[in-house]
Each structure stands twice: as structure tokens, then as C-alpha cells.
């Protein structure tokens, strides 16, 4: 079985930067994609981030120059870093981790890490 921890969230001031980090792991693989998706109060989860396993990475037209995914140093390991925050940021951020590839892949979801961008 898969499992996929965030970790890295908390409060931080309007402007400041925060770098959230997620592994996956539980069984041999080698995930195709590794993303990050966000989920504010009363609406639908949004993608934030994706990368994928060809070195393709894709950002939200919303953090384009803000935020930046990239591998950690570990197998099947990625982080998020957040700079320039907005309230408008504040969300449980989610990591993904895909097992397989196309459509019959398998996403696998971390439970989530609460960013609160406030003064």
C-alpha cells in the first residue's frame, strides 16, 4: 500500500515564503507524476503543480512565478516552494503520487497540510 505525506505548512505573513514537502512510499515504485493540488472551504480541489517523470512540468496560471515544484533528494519525493503568498493561498495543500501511467493510473493522495497566509 502507498502512502503519501506533506509536510512544511503553517501560518505565514502576506508577501513571505513557505516549502512544503512530500514523500511517497509504502511499496516499489516509481511514480509517473508527482503533484500538488489545494482546497479551500466550500469549493472544488484545484492543481497547483505537476511534474512528470519525462522531467514535464506544469504550473496553475495562478502561481506561475510564485511557486516552484521540484524532486527531492529522495525516490519518489517532491516539495513545493511558495513565495510572494497571497491570502488568496490559503488552502490545504494536497501531494499526489501517481502509480502507472495514462489513464489507468493510480493517484494516490496525501491527507493534506493546512498554509494560512495572515497578517
Known amino acids: 500500500q502507498v502512502e503519501v505525506v506533506e509536510s512544511g505548512g503553517g501560518l505565514v505573513q502576506p508577501g513571505g515564503s513557505l516549502k512544503l514537502s512530500c514523500a511517497a512510499g509504502?511499496?516499489?515504485?516509481?511514480?509517473?507524476?508527482m503533484g500538488w493540488y489545494r482546497q479551500t472551504p466550500g469549493n472544488e480541489r484545484e492543481l497547483v503543480a505537476q511534474?512528470?517523470?519525462?522531467?514535464?512540468?506544469e504550473y496553475a496560471d495562478f502561481v506561475k512565478g510564485r511557486f516552484t515544484i521540484a524532486r527531492g533528494n529522495g525516490k519518489n519525493t517532491a516539495s513545493l516552494q511558495m513565495s510572494s503568498l497571497k491570502p488568496d493561498d490559503t488552502a490545504v495543500y494536497y501531494c499526489?503520487?501517481?502509480?502507472?501511467?495514462?489513464?489507468?493510473?493510480?493517484?494516490?493522495w496525501g491527507q493534506g497540510t493546512w498554509v494560512n497566509v495572515s497578517s
Open positions: 499526489t503520487a501517481d502509480i502507472g501511467n495514462g489513464p489507468l493510473a493510480l493517484r494516490v
Open positions: 511534474m512528470f517523470s519525462d522531467g514535464r512540468i
Open positions: 509504502g511499496r516499489d515504485f516509481d511514480a509517473s507524476v
